[in-house]
């Protein structure tokens, strides 16, 4: 016993032995027997003889067996329970693997989210995006602007029209032009009287005299 318990050699020590007469179990019943199942720190199960046989071991090891094959299967779970525990620890342990692998998938998510949001592709595509809607907004304004103008010139356009010297003429009136030097006769004085000029009319120029003038 104390070997074994020196040696590290077991986890659990059985005391056994089959049925016998008091003489033959008498061993179980003595002093350094008794003192050495006592000092041992290993774990001690007695198994001595039938279950009606009482030894002192029995009283003073950590626990009785009735006989030493109850003992053994003290010691040794049965296969079932062996297999039950291995299905727990495998279930127990397969939960554990989904629970991390489900948390391992969220902060992947997190991560690619976070990822997505530094990605210079895709700070590109959005650069893009952006410009390509402030050239549409700048296209539009543009047009818009051109139309305005448009429309104004038109208006433009209408009144020159109607300021034109040949619309002027159109509308029955004539000009006279110096004769010599083509200057535009504005008041009756810028000629005297026997000058010849010249009369623009919308259909044709005349040449004519100033004979005398007249008052208003």
């Known amino acids: 016993i104390a070997d074994l318990e020196q040696h590290g050699l077991c986890d659990v020590i059985i005391i056994g032995r089959g049925g016998g007469s008091l003489e033959d179990l008498w061993a179980f019943n003595e002093e350094n027997t008794a003192r050495a199942v006592f000092d041992c720190r290993v774990p001690i199960i007695s198994a001595v003889g039938h279950e009606t046989d009482i030894s002192i071991t029995d009283l003073i090891a950590d626990l009785r067996a009735p006989t030493p094959s109850s003992a053994a299967e003290i010691v040794s779970p049965s296969r079932f329970e062996i297999l039950s525990r291995i299905e727990q620890t ?105 000058d010849l000029f010249h009369l623009q009319t919308s259909r044709g120029s005349m040449e004519a005299e100033k004979k005398a003038d007249l008052k208003d």
């Not at 629970?99 to 650069?127: C, G, H, T």
């Open 90 to 194: 495998i279930e127990g342990l397969t939960l554990i693997l989904q629970r991390k692998i489900e948390m391992y998938w969220m902060n992947l998510d997190r991560l690619d989210s976070s990822l997505a949001l530094m990605r210079p592709k895709k700070k590109i595509e959005r650069s893009l995006e952006h410009l390509y809607q402030l050239s549409h907004r700048l296209e539009q304004a543009m047009i818009v602007s051109l139309h305005k103008r448009k429309d104004s010139l038109f208006s433009m356009n209408k009144q020159l029209i109607g300021l034109s010297p040949r619309q002027v003429l159109q509308r029955g009136y004539a000009i006279a032009y110096k004769q010599k030097t083509g200057e535009i006769i504005r008041s009756i004085a810028d000629i005297k009287v026997g």
